[in-house]
């Protein structure tokens, strides 16, 4: 029984084509998150959705594109992929804003390469 | 300058020893601190967490935390091959959004 699961956990695609990730989370909680992890291992946050709101927007090219259909799910969509789109990116869900609960509970991560 | 500082390593230690990790971090405004684990191939995974200053412990593992000196500290104690892991440090609590921010990860081998 995952608690955020991610699909698909692999993707190679071609430069210039369209790809979509997709998270869900059963733990309830009410913020969500999109972490990039480069090859030196270092997570950075892309965006954030609070409950189907976008509260963090960082400074990502507009290709990529967030979309939260409600608070359990929350999907990323790339327009245009270039190769320094590859990258592992890892999906999060949290109970933010919430005293004592800043503890992320992470996805497993879907790899992309672009050729 | 990044926001959190981490040395990447690799650390690698023999089975038993102790470890140190550590992270220092330019915000004062961040108040939780937490420690998470990484696979390889896998999701980190949140192992220790603290609010403010102060220690933790929780078996084996012992966060640190000195706001004065903007410091953390992971030690790991009689470490295991099992234990053989990147550790990430993050920081939070500077705004009210949940925003977590990551420092490199240490990557830690712990030999038989």
């Known amino acids: 029984d995952t608690a955020v699961s991610q699909t698909p956990k692999y993707l190679v695609t071609q430069m210039g084509n369209d790809k979509s990730i997709k998270c869900e989370q059963n733990?309830?909680?009410?913020?969500m998150y999109w972490y990039k992890q480069d090859s030196k291992k270092f997570l950075k946050i892309m965006f954030s959705?609070?409950?189907?709101?976008?509260?963090i927007n960082e400074t990502v090219p507009n290709r990529f594109s967030p979309k939260s259909p409600d608070k359990a799910h929350l999907n990323l969509h790339i327009n245009s992929l270039e190769l320094g789109d590859s990258a592992v990116y890892f999906c999060?869900?949290?109970?933010?804003?919430?005293?004592?609960?800043?503890?992320?509970?992470f996805g497993s991560g879907t790899r992309l390469t672009v050729v | 300058q990044k926001e959190v500082e981490q040395d990447p390593g690799p650390l690698s230690v023999p089975e038993g020893a102790i470890v140190s990790l550590n992270c220092t971090y330019s915000?004062?405004?961040?108040?939780?601190f937490m420690w998470y684990r990484q696979y390889s191939r896998k999701g980190p995974e949140l192992l220790m967490y603290?609010?403010?200053?102060g220690n933790k412990e929780d078996g084996r593992f012992t966060a640190q935390v000195d706001k004065s000196s903007k410091y953390i500290s992971l030690f790991i104690r009689d470490s295991q091959p099992s234990d053989s892991a990147t550790y990430l440090c993050?920081?939070?609590?500077?705004?009210?959004?949940?925003?977590?921010?990551f420092g490199q990860g240490t990557t830690l081998q712990v030999k038989p």
């Open positions: 733990l309830g909680h009410d913020t």
């Open positions: 999060a869900s949290s109970q933010a804003g919430v005293q004592g609960n800043y503890g992320y509970t």
């Open positions: 993050a920081m939070g609590g500077s705004s009210n959004t949940g925003k977590l921010i």
């Open positions: 915000n004062s405004a961040f108040q939780y």
């Open positions: 603290t609010y403010s200053s």
């Open positions: 959705y609070n409950n189907k709101e976008l509260i």
